[in-house]
């Protein structure tokens, strides 16, 4: 990085710097993917004129994809969250709405709220938000710091929008232009809603869904449950390492990083996010899951199978999303059809178990990869793939129209034909005339030079004299002597001529093409469905199977019935590192006798290992995956609430004690008879007397009342 200088000579002027390419590009994925509190702006121009040619903020990282991604996989989807919150008849309500523009979705809700906003907070987290819109000016009857505290928590960028911006009106019309399917439902969903239309409304102005055809017809919007999957609140997200951490000494750190064991390109490892933050409810879906998981681990055939072909599969997200945009070109075409054509081998792979899960394989992959490989269908793409573009080209690295589909773009391929025999025959010629061997001593090459001779040091010696007599050297490198003659280069500029005219013709057939390969997004986002759960369920059984001590199914029960009995768990995270011996330990919480436990110990004993990975077992289990023990029975929980670790917030004038008791009152607020709760060393804020006889025990008979 150069030193800073200022640009502009006026007091308006600002301090820059001149990076690299490739350090602007760590810049980059530094703001928008892994700090949420700042957005990028980039300028072009020169002098005094500059203008902004594109943004991007943590939530809507659109413009900067190709930057972003070009060298990484795209590993989670953010999304936008507008909230509204209102007070009516002393009763706090928020509308929320949320805009994932990864998958082109929309979603809205509105529910009741407390005071220290834990329902906000918990769909937060499920929704994996990146950047949160807000008015500016609520109501001032709402106290918003328990709000932007829960924002902040979270690590979500806050944005502040005029209250105007937050406005309902003609939202239906604007929707029907871009949801896919009829208006009617739409109106109907809409209707609904009270509070959270506004929050939609400001979502389609901020992200200017509007203002890009290429968003009509292609969204969908759906209501939001918030019972639908477990709650998490952003302490147990930091308490059980659910997510990747920039200090993470390796990838086996974090819950995310052991069970990536994906092998699609971005697609899985998505999944695998939005999994571990929406554990299951439903004991019929957590056991569907376990079954297959299941079935890959009785079947290393059918699960190595299943990993050589998903390697095969490119990101069929992205390749969609790519089609959308106005500059696209044949090749996320070209890899979509190639990435499709492998669904063929891992439908004849999945046809061959017959395990006593064979039912449950057909119905949730067969089944949906059959209805839409129909003729009428991928079948449709298929055939226009084959006739359209030259796929004999794609082995030189070219991806071109081809010349049968289109009888201008023949009669200057037959031309370029002719020009290229003449070089491939001059090429024979000029070996012949420096005793050269074809392709072995004497090379032809095309590149930015364009037709060109190459040979090596060595053998430019030998044909030095006649070398400088009859041909014009070009360049001298370490791999090699680049020269030509006056008939090579005549026929490379006609050939860069006819080239130029042919690129200039297909140019409108390849916008034909991409327009219409467009038009089978549903059929590539239900292909990229089918196999993002398919590489995350078989990443499961990999896990499992791989482990020092292999991992166990858990017996799934509903929350009302069962207990939490984990004979021989262990930590996950933690006996995966090296060099670790793990101890493993028994936790049996039945309804009634033990349900509530104290953990006690010296310092270093491991209890909060232990809490730990009750909770990360818990956790593992209702995402569909083995857990590491050796036998397990869980009760579904409906949450998990935690309070690990404790620190003040000077900027704020809260100390370390009251940052406990704020924390501590976001829990009872949001827990159930059915949540999970972990708590260390509650009151460690103050001194030993007060925070166990005042604040912990107190704390501890109203859980037990509440649960």
Sequence with gaps: MSALRQLGSSSDGILSASVSKAMFETIARNILLERTDCTLELYEGSGSNWRLTKSGTPGNIGSFEDILFANNDMEDSPVI?????????????????????TNRKLGLAEFPEDSRFTNVESALVALGCKECLL???????????????????CNVLLTEKKKADFKSRDLAQDLGRIIRGSVEPVRDLLSQFDYALGPLGALLSYAELLADDTNYGNYTIEKYNLNCYMRLDSAAVRALNIAEGKTDVNKNFSLFGLMNRTCTVGMGKRLLNR??????????????RLDMVQAFVEDPELRQGLRQQLKRISDIDRLTHSLRKKSANLQPVVKLYQSCSRIPYIKGILQQYNGQFSTLIRSKFLEPLEEWMAKNRFGRFSSLVETAIDLAQLENGEYRISPLYSSDLGVLKDELSVVENHINN??????????????????????SLGHVFRMSKKEEQKVRKKLTGS???????????????????????????LFGEYTSCQKKVVGDVVRVSGTFSEVFENFAAVLSELDVLQSFA???????VPYVRPDITASDEGDIVLLGSRHPCLEAQDGVNFIPNDCTLVRGKSWFQIITGPNMGGKSTFIRQV??????????????????SISVRDCIFARVGAGDCQLHGVSTFMQEMLETASILKGASDKSLIIIDELGR?????????????AFLVFLLQVC
């Design 275 to 288: 999994w571990l933050k929406q554990p299951l409810l439903d004991v019929n879906e957590i056991n569907n």
């Design 471 to 497: 041909y014009l050297i070009i360049e001298t490198r370490k791999d090699g002597v680049k020269f030509t003659n006056s008939k090579l280069k005549n026929l490379s500029d006609q050939y860069q001529a």
């Design 542 to 548: 990999d896990l499992a199977t791989s482990c020092p």
């Design 685 to 697: 804020g103050t001194s030993t007397y007060d925070g166990f006889g005042q604040c912990c025990i």
């Design 426 to 447: 001059l090429h024979v010629d000029t070996a012949s005339d420096l005793d050269l061997s074809v392709d072995k001593q004497l090379k032809l090459e095309k590149g």
């Design 615 to 632: 909770g990360v077992n818990v956790l593992m289990a209702q995402v569909g995956s083995f857990v590491p023990c050796d036998q397990a």
């Design 135 to 153: 008015p500016a000016d609520c109501e001032k009857s709402i106290d918003l710091n328990p709000l932007q505290d829960v924002i902040s928590n």
């Design 81 to 101: 969250v507008a909230l509204f919150p209102a007070c009516r008849e002393s009763q706090l309500y928020v509308g929320l709405s949320f805009l994932d523009m």
